[in-house]
């Protein structure tokens, strides 16, 4: 009797611990389960794709000073062809013009003119690089594309009734407004070998510009 009564116990033992363990797997896996995916279903944009991006030829007018070593600055206008090679490089053709001022040796000289003909011309090829493309904010609701360039390239300059084998580098910020207009400030330094005060030396001439452009 006793023996039947402990066989019983045992029986009913196992089976509470074998009820217990499917429970406690039934609440691991509800609790393991993956939650479920929400699509955010978002909505797809329209984009407005600067129409500058498929435009590669750029006309620019230019003026603003040229400060010609040894004489007073003058102003100095000009115009520009320019084509976009790649998003990096771009070539141009530059022509400007512009009128010394007196020269300091003509100041020191009594009146005395150096310069019969004080108009200056000049034509370049040059190549640029677009260094830090970027973007202008203007208040919180207005971008407009933006880019600091370096440029340089080989010429001539018509000064003093000769032509001068010239340099040029310099560097400029430009900016888009617009699709197809940009407006770049820009400085340049034009160095050639002259002798006008009878000594032979190499002149650096400055140049600082406002550029207006047109893309087509």
Known sequence: MESRIRSIFLTTAVTATFLSLGASNAWAQDSEAAPEVIDPAVERRDI??????????????????????????????????????SESFFAEASFG????GTSSFEKLGGGAELLSNRDLTYYDLSLGYNLFPGEV??????????????VGGLGSTNFAEDNHF??????????LPTDYVAISLEVRDYMFDIDITGENKTTHNLQGTLNISYFF
Request: charged residues 20%; without cysteine.
């Open 137 to 150: 904010f203007v208040g919180s609701k207005r971008a407009m594309n933006s880019v600091v360039y370096l």
């Open 97 to 100: 013009a512009t009128k010394v």
């Open 48 to 85: 407005d794709v600067a129409a500058i991006d498929t435009e590669d030829f750029e006309v620019t007018a230019f003026f603003g000073l040229m400060s010609v070593e040894d004489f007073e600055s003058g102003g100095v206008y000009g115009a520009r062809l320019g084509y976009h090679i």
């Open 166 to 175: 010239t340099i040029n580098v310099g560097f400029g910020v430009k900016v």
